[in-house]
């Protein structure tokens, strides 16, 4: 209870301060990316539950002017880059954490694709709301192997306090601020898990 109004506390706050950001960033992506400015999928919340997530639009359409379709390295811009690296992107989920859909600190979530991949104890991080950032995301982000991060997830989840929150609310704004575990060994971002998680069990088949 006293997690949840403080995410209703916060996340309002946060709103109406930093609404003339959130207007010129809108411009900005209006203006260098077209629209729509917002990017909306579908993600897995409490207990697994689908939820819209609500974030800015960080990379130029799938297609280019001939049809053919562009890889995420070519799609993501400088412009797109900045919103990632400072993870002004991300600013829009505090609507998702005011309905209740997200938590400010919480296990990030993934894709609904991932779902079926999961072992019992990687599922365990659907116990708790997902967050805006979490303990995976002060230990390494997208620097560490995503079986690292599911370690740093259900440890969460298993110690969460009021606390652990608020200390991982300072790391995250200090680790936005140095721009740490921001790609994974100098990629875009982390490798599918759906994919890493097939190639193993093959590997581990043939071995």
């Known amino acids: ?6 995410d209703i506390a916060i996340s309002i ?7 003339p950001v959130l207007v010129i960033i809108a411009l900005l992506i209006r203006y260098k990316l077209g629209t729509p400015v917002l990017f909306r999928q579908y993600r897995p919340g409490l207990n697994g539950k689908p939820f819209e997530i609500v974030k800015f639009r960080s990379m130029r359409d799938p297609y280019d002017e001939q049809g053919n379709k562009l890889q995420e ?5 400088t412009f797109g880059r900045c919103l990632r690296a400072t993870s002004l992107d991300e600013l829009p989920e505090l609507w998702n954490v005011l309905k209740g859909d997200m938590s400010l600190v919480g296990p ?17 991080r659907h116990e708790v709301r ?15 192997s995503w079986e690292r991060k599911f370690d740093y997830d259900i440890w969460y989840v298993d110690n969460q306090t009021m606390l652990l929150d608020i200390k991982i609310l300072l790391l995250t704004v200090k680790k936005v601020f140095v721009r740490e575990g921001i790609s994974y060994s100098g990629d875009v971002a982390m490798p599918n898990f759906k ?13």
């Open 13 to 19: 706050m946060g709103l109406i301060l930093l609404s």
């Open 1 to 6: 209870m006293i997690k949840r109004q403080f």
């Open 130 to 144: 997902p967050g805006v950032t979490g303990w995976a995301q002060v230990n390494g982000r997208n620097g560490i």
């Open 108 to 124: 990030r979530p993934l894709l609904m694709e991932y779902l079926p991949y999961y072992s019992t104890y990687q599922a365990r």
């Open 195 to 207: 994919e890493s998680k097939l190639q193993n069990d093959k590997g581990g088949k043939n071995g």
């Open 73 to 77: 390295k070519e799609r993501l811009t």
